[in-house]
């Protein structure tokens, strides 16, 4: 596989002819769009640019793709549901987000589905990794810094290890375009296998590091947010375990694996 990264200021897919001119320019096999505007609260105030980036630029990317033949794959998020069952929730389940930033993407899956039928959309929580900002680098630093962390133990999902979603997703490619896997094109549920809360995650991180902290659980309502969450947000992964047979990893082996590439970037 021959891999090609693009910044925002490269190709900022809200802008309809940029994804026009670089698709047929490129003439890529597969375009994965990870870009997307995820900081929750400030979509609250600022829902233009979460709909520019999470609604209509992934409609205009996968109208582009299918004039080229091109297959969009397109991260997508659990915030699409309102976290009122405790169950798992699968493919089938009905969507209500709760906010903004889950209401945009929501727009950009069916955005995607109004204009082709050939993509994937892998829908995913909580994800984390030793890049940017989020909630595993918060934790570590806090620890440190504070030597006591106070967590919300009232919201539910699957704590998403990034390079472990990045390297299913060119397993996936692999299987459906090189090995001509009968994978069914779609919408399919991707976490780490498992469920934790916010207070379960960075407990997890805490001790799987070895720091020195103590992680005190409360709910959230000691923590006011102008986006309302979904309490329980647990993906089902059967659909993609049955359909493309590539196993999935718990989520503290997501926390273990994260630890070590953090530890080896000191």
Known sequence: MEFLFFS???WDI???SMNEERIATLQPDVVINAAAYTNVEKAEEDSESAIAANALGPGYLAASCKKQGVLPIHISTDYVFNGMQHLPYTEEDSVHPLNVYGHSKLQG???IDAVTDRYFILRTSWLYSTFGHNFFKTMVRLGRERGSLTVVND???SPTYARFLAEDVLHLIRKKLIEHAPIPYGVYHYTQLGEASWFDFAKEIISAY???ATVNPVDSTRFPTKAKRPS???LSTTKWEQ???I???SWQEGVEACIVADSNNY
């Open 109 to 111: 899956e069916r955005a």
């Open 232 to 234: 329980y947000s647990k």
């Open 243 to 245: 359909k493309t047979g």
């Open 14 to 16: 809200a802008i309809e």
């Open 210 to 212: 070895r720091i020195e």
């Open 8 to 10: 925002k200021a490269e």
């Open 247 to 249: 196993a999935l990893r």
């Open 155 to 157: 919201q539910i999902a």
